[in-house]
């Protein structure tokens, strides 16, 4: 038998070896792990800041071609007035429009329904804990995923479909000149207890 033959050299790796002591910032290298795995920063973190922006600038656009409608001051004593969300709670304001959900069961619409699907989105990344990044080999996580957003959808669209907008467009129709009735009898008991000297003579205070 040659003498070294079958022998081996094991390394401790509590003894740093010298170019790991110079070169402290450099990252790990993730090419033994091809589609698996990769460095946060700045691969990971740079392709979730092109994609936010690409949605900003999208966003954005949407802003300035179909700007805010604005309504009337809103008016308290105008029952007729119907509310609407805006598009980010619609699909809220559709659910409490169903029988399970409406009248006395208002606190399941409102927050029962919403609290076991929130919290089951929360809580899937926890119970599928696979290692896999596809979404066909996460099966649990896109299933939840897939159905909150069809739930999400559907309500939304419901909403707006069901929304009678041209009602809507009447009641917070914006007034340039308000007719104030100066001979009424509210506006001679306001006249009376001196309610104009704060207010102005078209209630406009």
């Not at 022998?7 to 698996?36: C, H, Q, W």
């Not at 169903?98 to 089951?120: K, N």
């Not at 159905?147 to 669209?157: E, G, Q």
């Not at 100066?182 to 205070?205: K, V």
Request: hydrophobic share 45%; proline share 7%; glycine share 8%.
């Amino acid at each position: 038998m040659h003498r070294g033959k079958g022998m081996k050299f094991v390394g401790d790796s509590r003894v740093l070896a010298p170019e790991a002591r110079t070169m402290k910032n450099i990252p790990k290298d993730y090419s033994e792990y091809p589609g698996k795995t990769e460095a946060f920063w700045p691969n990971f973190l740079l392709k979730e800041w092109l994609v936010g922006a690409v949605f900003l600038v999208g966003f954005l656009c949407l802003t300035v071609a179909h700007p805010s409608p604005l309504e009337r001051i809103a008016d308290p004593s105008d029952t007729g007035y119907v509310p609407m969300p805006d598009w980010y709670f619609l699909f809220l304001y559709q659910l409490l429009k169903y029988e399970f959900a409406a009248g006395p069961y208002t606190v399941i619409g409102a927050m029962v329904i919403p609290g076991i699907a929130f919290g089951a989105l929360l809580l899937a990344p926890f119970i599928d804990r696979g290692p896999e990044r596809r979404p066909s080999k996460r099966p649990l996580a896109t299933g939840f995923m897939l159905l909150a957003i069809a739930a999400i959808t559907f309500l939304t669209w419901q909403g707006v479909d069901n929304h009678d907008w041209e009602a809507a467009k009447e009641y917070g129709k914006i007034v340039a000149d308000v007719e104030i009735d100066t001979a009424s009898e509210g506006y001679q008991i306001a006249s009376d207890q001196t309610c104009l000297t704060c207010h102005g003579e078209n209630l406009q205070h």
